[in-house]
């Protein structure tokens, strides 16, 4: 119980001092939240799971927040490739494309 607010006071101690630097509101917290669940969430997931000083509970936190990684990389590289997006040659052929 100790250690979530501990972790949530340092969170929002990060996001006040971003917004204080001149983080982007919509954009640049959504990135910093990005990070934190793609990366820092896994790193300390794994801390948990590998320590042998945790008891199992916490252990399989951890195993289950390392499995965010994957899920990250997933974003991150495999499905931007697959958007699909039409070109303005493609639209014209179907006559959605109008001269002004």
């Not at 983080?23 to 910093?32: E, M, N, R």
């Not at 936190?61 to 493609?90: H, K, M, N, Q, W």
């Amino acid at each position: 119980m100790a250690a979530g607010a501990l972790l949530a006071t340092i969170a929002v101690a990060k996001l006040a001092l971003l917004l204080a630097v001149g983080l982007d509101v919509p954009f640049g917290v959504a990135y910093v939240l990005y990070l934190d669940v793609v990366i820092a969430f896994p790193v300390a997931g794994f801390v948990l799971a590998l320590g042998g000083w945790a008891r199992r509970a916490w252990r399989l936190v951890g195993a289950c927040l390392v499995l965010l990684a994957p899920v990250g990389a997933y974003a991150s590289f495999i499905e931007p490739a697959r958007i699909v997006t039409e070109s303005d040659a493609a639209r014209s052929r179907r006559g959605l494309l109008r001269a002004r």
